[in-house]
């Protein structure tokens, strides 16, 4: 799953060009016997499975991630990389978010499956992150999102670095959405381009361009 995506568009051309390193860890490949079962059920009974400490364990400390942040023996570590649980319970995956995690030097995406990983693993989580109000089948199609959303503000990913000031909640627009874009041909099934955009005048533009954003914003979603 993960390399179809690392390996197209903006995420391939990063891993070509070494501007990031992109690695994928199987959990299973640390599972102990003849089936490599990383999961079980879960004490107290009910439904599901639930993702093993000890494989997971193993995996966290193969990428230098094997020391606790609480609980016992935990100690602070220099270079640990930021620990990362795909979660529906997590802090909401924002712009703001993503631009911090693009300052880690290091970063360990943790995709849990079936009903989650066993409690214990979270005394080496930094944090829980969330793509939405919703549960899908494992994390691993939200850690490609953040992936996706942390590697396009890797300087010299994006060409057009300049761009990335203008993209929807970025700094150009303060947090706001990004304003409509038109291009070629100037009128479509009876559509026309807004009149402002062809008229070269370039500070009547950037001011319809911010009123746009504005009113995209209040209607498409608040501040």
């Known amino acids: 799953m993960f390399e179809g995506v690392f390996n197209?568009?903006?995420l391939g051309k990063a891993r070509e060009r070494s501007r990031v390193d992109l690695r994928v860890v199987d959990i299973r490949d640390?599972?102990?016997?003849?089936?490599?079962?990383?999961?079980?059920?879960?004490?107290?009974?009910?439904?599901?499975?639930?993702?093993?400490?000890?494989?997971l364990w193993e995996a966290?400390?193969?990428?230098?991630?094997?020391?606790?942040?609480?609980?016992?023996?935990?100690?602070?570590?220099?270079?640990?990389?930021?620990?990362?649980?795909?979660?529906?319970?997590?802090?909401?995956?924002?712009?703001?978010?993503?631009?911090?995690?693009?300052?880690?030097?290091?970063?360990?995406?943790?995709?849990?499956?079936?009903?989650?990983?066993?409690?214990?693993?979270?005394?080496?989580?930094?944090?829980?992150?969330s793509v939405g109000d919703v549960v899908l089948t494992g994390g691993e199609i939200p850690?490609?999102?953040?992936?996706?959303?942390?590697?396009?503000?890797?300087?010299?990913?994006?060409k057009e670095a300049g761009s990335l000031e203008w993209d929807?909640?970025?700094?150009?627009?303060?947090?706001?959405l990004d304003c409509p874009h038109f291009t070629r041909p100037a009128k479509w099934f009876g559509r026309e381009v807004p009149s402002v955009l062809l008229g070269g005048d370039h500070r009547k533009i950037q001011a319809w361009r911010e009123g746009a954003s504005l009113s995209a914003t209040k209607r498409k979603g608040p501040i």
């Open 8 to 10: 197209e568009s903006l």
């Open 30 to 55: 640390f599972a102990q016997g003849k089936h490599r079962q990383a999961d079980d059920r879960p004490f107290g009974g009910g439904p599901g499975m639930v993702l093993k400490p000890e494989p």
């Open 60 to 129: 966290l400390k193969s990428v230098g991630a094997g020391v606790p942040l609480r609980g016992p023996k935990a100690r602070k570590k220099a270079n640990r990389p930021t620990v990362i649980y795909l979660s529906p319970q997590g802090r909401p995956l924002t712009q703001g978010l993503a631009d911090d995690l693009a300052k880690k030097n290091r970063l360990v995406l943790v995709a849990g499956h079936y009903e989650g990983i066993d409690e214990r693993l979270f005394d080496w989580i930094d944090m829980e992150v």
């Open 143 to 158: 850690a490609m999102a953040v992936v996706d959303a942390v590697v396009r503000k890797v300087p010299g990913v994006v």
């Open 168 to 176: 929807s909640y970025a700094a150009g627009w303060e947090g706001r």
